[in-house]
């Protein structure tokens, strides 16, 4: 990006913005749930927003049994806007990002061409929680995202957890949870952007005790 001209950019910046308001338009739902144990991705469209109810039971389907007795713990979230916490060490980092934000916006926003091949830097983000909860958590990431036209783009999950996001269709709202047991050295993730992918609007990651996923307010 060295050397662009502003007036290009800027111009680049309110083509996005306006895409992005058209896909709101016409958007959908999709929850994927993925068992950290094994790399399962279980995938299901809706045609409202995710509930809390059905969110819960689509994690219970992964058998891991009933979360441990306690006091519910804590919920840390990072998002465009709020990338670090001091105590305990929480952090987000992006990569090529596709859009830079305005005072309104809390979302990393990303374009990718058509032709777009893998590469040893890709684009995506990395995020870190140093003290997550002593039990089975779930790590919850929330974004929008479309692919090409006949396309399958990935957003690949590399670290603590591993697996591949299937992104398919038009403009949908993305909710992955993820149902992991986090290292004693915390939970560090890396998500890259595949060949498919047209666009990804990533809103936030959040690391929680999986129980928490069953309060209504949450999600």
Known sequence: M?????????????????????????????????DGDTGEVLTTPLDRPLAPLSRAER???????????????PVYKLTARSPYQAAPLNWLAQYDVAISLSDAQDYIAWSLPQDFQPTSDPPGFSAHFSEPPSQRCVLTLVFAASAWDGAVGHISF??????????????????????????????????????????????????????????????
């Open 158 to 219: 590399v670290g603590t957890v591993n697996a591949d996001i299937p992104i398919a269709g038009g403009w949908a709202n993305h909710t992955v949870d993820i149902s992991t047991v986090p290292p004693a050295d915390g939970v560090h993730t890396w998500a890259i952007l595949r060949p498919g992918l047209h666009t990804m609007d990533f809103k936030s990651i959040t690391l929680q005790a999986e129980r928490v996923i069953l309060d209504p307010t949450i999600g």
């Open 59 to 73: 994690l219970a389907r992964l058998g891991h049994g009933p979360p441990l007795p306690g006091p519910w713990g």
């Open 2 to 34: 060295d050397g662009a001209d502003p007036s290009e950019l800027a111009r680049r910046d309110d083509l996005i913005r306006r895409q992005m308001a058209e896909r709101t338009e016409r958007q959908g739902w999709v929850h994927h749930v993925v």
